[in-house]
């Protein structure tokens, strides 16, 4: 197998007559007839603009479509540069047949040349540039020793993460191996050169699998891990439960998953190492009381404990509680802290700052996201909430961060509506936020539930993020890489210091080395004495007894402001104690003052429904009234009626008396 490590062009040109494109162009349509149609017609476009350029030939006549079907997929390339065709044609290729690069004949066509290198052990090889047989100007490369060094200018060829040539822009990488599922919620971190991917979420499932990226040669690899657990008799294996909403903190030469959702939650919080060198997940055996299972919460590595905070448990109810684990004791400790914490939140970030300060930012309820920042004192146990500088962070949760220094970078998140395109930096001494990258699109970097790690590598840092969910899950991994070296920030910083020491030094010795100012005074005099005279002498001693007393009495004055100073920050320190200790009190009472109009509303508001009652029932009464009087009428037009109704068949009933002398008509019937 080629080496997984084999830089652009060459990896291009490999990839290409793998595809079956050949010299000048040349198509194998042996080879090109395994991919879909649209498939063959991009990949045609991209080799034609890598390796001739943008299209500048006639459109072909309609007559013939295969030809113009190749210069329509040519010519909507435009001006995309040479380098970035070979990149997606690589990356095409790979989604298509992922083994595709286990399959390719040793790619050196080119014979062998000795180099004369400072220790060789054995003969380089020369990489070539080209599969055509035709020579370029391109420097040659050889290998020594697993290093890939150029012939001309001895620079270290770009490999991995050095094959990014653009600074402070994210830039996608293009992996080889075998492609990960989309998810988000994972876990990641980065252990020996390696970034370690566990779990995560694909379309409401959560998964399982354990995957390493090596970021010397960007290749993935799928680990077969087990979960190694402790029987009566023996121990055993098991495969380990899927989860999501975890955390991945390294620690040595292993490292841990923290807490995360599962179909079957425990009670408490599960804590699991995994060893590379076994390949295997033991359950760690904590004491103390276990945390709340959950997920969405922060773990962040301070010192030799875990600081874990927030988060969503089992039943969906957001929590806002703080817990430590002394990991040389393995122990659970719940902490109380004073101050006002962060509201229940969960999906958001927090960082460490001087082994001391806890950071939290960002988050979500069900309905809202934050974009607060709120900083935890770790030696007092003390919430604040300081004042920010620089731009206002929109809110968001989802988002991802990575420390690399003093700078606290957050990458992606949303807010219920669009993802977050801005990548942000905090300087966590002056708490000063700073635009650092904007990506433009629906990118994966907008997402949420994306990973954000740190590696360095040749010098430069590099931030890596992998995943996301943007309404539809990524598996694509980009990188950032930072505008200064490590060991130019280090020196730039020993620099500062340097110099910072030796002015506050030279006035000290000006100022409190009366002994050796008198001792140099006397020898300079001393050697002007052999050249002039003792005037010149006397003259040099007293202005340099002048400057000393003037330098007393400056130093004298620098004192006294001093203590002056100290003074007014010693009652600034008691006031802002009484303040802090104040503020609760003041909470309670702002707290008790809402609830007091809150409860003088509802008193009022109950008061009105019961005068409605009231009239209601007066009204029900007297509709009570108007009924019994209403039937009490029909009662009496009834009985009238009837006596009517009587007296109307007496009248025309009279007998046969009456048939006899006859009676007369009743008029009313007239």
Request: glycine content about 8%.
């Amino acid at each position: 197998m080629a080496s997984s490590g084999l830089a652009y062009p060459d990896r291009f040109y490999a990839a290409a007559a793998y595809a079956g494109f050949g010299p000048g162009g040349a198509t194998s349509s042996a080879a090109i007839s395994r991919f879909q149609n649209d498939v063959a017609l991009l990949l045609y476009g991209l080799h034609q603009q890598a390796t001739v350029g943008p299209c500048n030939v006639p459109k072909p006549r309609a007559w013939n479509p295969v030809e113009q079907s190749k210069w329509t997929s040519w010519h909507g390339l435009g001006s995309m540069p040479s380098a970035e065709a070979m990149r997606l044609f690589v990356k095409i290729l790979e989604e298509e047949d992922p083994g595709w690069y286990s399959r390719v004949p040793e790619f050196n066509s080119e014979p062998v040349v000795d180099i004369q290198m400072h220790k060789p052990k054995e003969e380089p090889q020369i990489v070539p540039a080209s599969t055509n047989g035709t020579s370029i100007s391109e420097p040659k490369i050889i290998s020594e020793n697993g290093s890939s060094v150029e012939t001309q200018d001895k620079d270290v060829i770009l490999e991995g993460l050095s094959t990014v040539c653009s600074h402070d822009e994210w830039t996608p990488l293009s992996i080889s191996g075998h492609r990960l599922k989309p998810r988000y919620e994972h876990g990641a971190t980065v252990l020996q050169d390696k970034m370690y991917i566990f779990g995560g979420n694909h379309n409401g499932r959560y998964l399982s699998d354990l995957q390493a990226l090596d970021l010397k040669s960007l290749t993935w690899s799928k680990i077969d891990a087990k979960l190694q657990t402790e029987s009566s008799d023996s121990a055993k294996t098991s495969q380990i439960a899927p989860c999501a909403g975890h955390s991945l903190i390294t620690w040595g030469n292993n490292f841990f998953s923290i807490a995360g959702h599962t179909k079957d939650p425990s009670e408490g919080i599960t804590v699991k190492e995994f060893d590379p060198h076994t390949c295997t997940w033991s359950v760690v055996r904590t004491y103390g009381k276990s945390p709340v299972s959950r997920g969405g919460q922060t773990v962040t590595l301070v010192g030799t404990t875990l600081v874990l905070f927030g988060g969503e448990d089992a039943k969906r109810c957001l929590l806002n509680d703080l817990h430590i684990l002394d990991l040389e004791t393995m122990t659970w400790d719940d902490v109380d802290a004073i101050g006002t914490p962060p509201s229940p939140r969960s999906d958001h970030a927090a960082a460490c700052h001087a082994d001391r300060y806890l950071l939290i930012f960002g988050g979500g309820s069900h309905a809202t996201c934050f974009n607060d920042l709120h900083v935890l004192d770790l030696q007092t146990m003390e919430w604040s909430r300081p004042k920010q500088q620089g731009l206002t962070p929109s809110p968001r949760a989802g988002h991802a961060g990575a420390t690399i220094g003093e700078n606290w970078y957050i990458v992606g998140g949303g807010n219920n509506k669009s993802g977050v395109s801005e990548t942000l930096v905090l300087n966590m001494s002056t708490l000063t936020w700073s635009v650092v990258s904007t990506v433009e699109g629906r990118v994966p970097l907008a997402s949420e539930g994306m990973t954000l790690v740190h590696s360095n590598y040749n010098g430069y840092d590099y931030l890596i993020s992998f995943g996301g969910y943007n309404g539809r899950y990524s598996n694509e991994v980009y990188t950032l890489k930072l505008s200064l070296k490590s060991d130019s920030k280090s020196t730039a910083k020993e620099e500062i210091v340097s110099d910072t020491t030796s002015r506050v030094v030279e006035p000290e010795v000006e100022t409190s080395q009366d002994g050796k100012i008198r001792e140099i005074a006397m020898d300079g005099a001393d050697s002007d004495m052999k050249n002039s005279s003792d005037e010149a002498s006397e003259q040099l001693l007293a202005a340099l007894k002048a400057e000393k007393e003037e330098l007393e009495a400056s130093l004298n004055r620098e004192q006294l402001q001093t203590l002056q100073l100290k003074e007014e920050i010693s009652h600034a320190e008691n006031r802002n104690v009484e303040l802090t200790k104040a503020s609760p009190l003041s909470f309670m009472l702002g707290e008790l003052q809402a609830v007091r109009g809150q409860l003088a509303a509802e008193q009022s508001r109950c008061f009105k429904l019961e005068v409605d009652v009231a009239e209601l029932r007066q009204k029900l009464q007297s509709m009570d009234a108007l009924e019994k009087e209403v039937e009490l009428l029909r009662r009496q037009r009834a009985a009238s009626e009837q006596a009517a109704l009587d007296a109307k068949q007496r009248q025309s009933s009279g007998g046969m008396w009456g048939w006899l002398v006859g009676t007369p008509p009743d008029k009313s019937e007239s």
